[in-house]
């Protein structure tokens, strides 16, 4: 009978093994066949994207949507509608790479982002409502409490770029006139946002504005364009640590209320170090003319936000004031102006 015994007792093990291996295979198949099935175009765009719309009281959709959970997202032809037949946003592609393990340890770690021909339109009607409101209203804002943590956050944002982005402001008056403004080939591109770490910024852009208020108001536009480069480092709070490089916005046509406008330049330049400001300066320029120039320099601890600096006012023609104020309505300055320089101190 023992002998019996023993026989039987290795195959009944098998095949309880052999069970198990089955078990796990259909498991492990099942999780495979899932993945596929919720990361598959068909899914996001039939499940996940309706889901995402309702939730926003917005429509989002897509002509191809591609996602890896772990490690990257991708859309083409994205488009958002709220109000109205006109989207809110479209966008040719948006890509992003990143590490979701590492996110969910606590490291935002992103290898690149890259949004290409992204158009924002935001429509003010006469009454005051805006195919902003279904994504605004309705939802009670909680207050965030603070943290109690102090370990700042760890950021590790390689490549993010915006290319050829448009963004439009409409505001439509009950008379039939509209103020529009819009920032056109829009391109951004900053490079290693990171912790401790150097990294750069790079921007350009052309800006647009057309008013046409209800009387009395003036109508008026005018046309610009915007460029900017920045070299800076960062501490392990994420606070900057220096900052050089600069910013310089030229108009290139105005008229109407903005016609003063015209031929006028200005140029931001700064240059910050961890322990002080060596300099922060603002010129403005018409026509190849100095009309006015801003400076500010000093010891100025970054992480503190706590300084003492020197402003000078350098140049300032009573002209910058005139062309500040045409737009306004306001009267023209005639008294004379002089160089001023004060000291001041700052803290939070």
Same mark, same amino acid.
């Given at each position: 009978?023992?002998?019996?015994? !023993? ?8 095949? #309880? ?19 596929? =099935? ?9 499940? =996940? ?31 958002? =509608? ?13 890509? /992003? ?5 590492? *996110? *969910?340890?606590?490291?935002?770690? *992103? ?13 003010? $009607?006469?009454?005051?409502?805006? $195919? ?5 209203? !309705? ?16 950021? +590790?944002?390689?490549?993010?770029? @915006? ?8 505001? $439509?008056?009950?008379?039939? #006139? ?6 056109? $080939? ?17 921007? !350009? ?22 460029? #900017?480069?920045? +070299? ?10 220096? =900052?050089? #490089?600069?910013?310089? @916005? /030229? ?24 322990? +002080? ?18 400076? /500010? ?25 005139? @062309? ?12 004379p102006l002089r160089q001023q320089q004060v000291s001041s101190v700052v803290g939070r």
């Open positions: 009978m023992e002998a019996q015994k !023993g026989s039987t007792q290795p195959p009944r093990k098998r095949r #309880g093994l052999r069970i198990l291996g089955i078990v796990i295979i259909a498991i492990l198949l099942l999780l495979v066949a899932a993945y596929f =099935v919720g990361t598959s175009q068909a899914f996001v765009k039939s499940v =996940v994207l309706p889901k995402l719309s309702k939730s926003m009281n917005a429509q989002i959709t897509a002509d191809t949507a591609s996602i890896s959970p772990f490690s990257h997202v991708r859309f083409r032809n994205l488009k958002v =509608v709220t109000t109205g037949s006109e989207p809110l946003m479209t966008a040719q592609e948006v890509n /992003a790479r990143y590490s979701l393990m590492k *996110i *969910i340890g606590g490291n935002m770690v *992103i290898h690149d982002v890259e949004i290409a021909s992204p158009t924002i339109n935001i429509v003010q $009607n006469a009454d005051g409502t805006s $195919n902003l409101d279904p994504l605004t209203k !309705g939802k009670e804002k909680k207050k965030k409490e603070p943290s109690k943590s102090s370990k700042p956050s760890k950021v +590790d944002v390689e490549k993010f770029v @915006l290319s050829n982005a448009t963004l439009r402001r409409t505001k $439509n008056y009950k008379d039939g #006139g509209r103020d529009f403004a819009e920032v056109s $080939n829009l391109n951004i591109t900053l490079q290693n946002l990171q912790n401790g770490q150097s990294g750069k910024l790079q921007m !350009g852009a052309n800006m647009a504005v057309n008013n046409n208020p209800p009387a009395p108001g003036t109508n008026g536009t005018f046309q610009a364009k915007l460029n #900017g480069n920045y +070299d800076f480092a960062l501490k392990t709070d994420l606070m900057p640590s220096s =900052v050089k #490089g600069g910013t310089e @916005l /030229a108009l290139e046509k105005a008229d109407g209320s903005f016609a003063e406008l015209a031929g006028l330049s200005a140029n931001l330049a700064a240059d910050m170090s961890p322990t +002080d400001i060596k300099e922060v300066a603002l010129r403005f320029q018409k026509s190849g003319k100095d009309l006015a120039q801003v400076r /500010a320099s000093g010891p100025f601890d970054s992480s503190k936000l706590e300084g003492k600096l020197q402003l000078a006012i350098l140049s300032l023609d009573r002209q910058v004031l005139n @062309l500040l104020g045409a737009s306004k309505g306001l009267q023209r300055v005639v008294l």
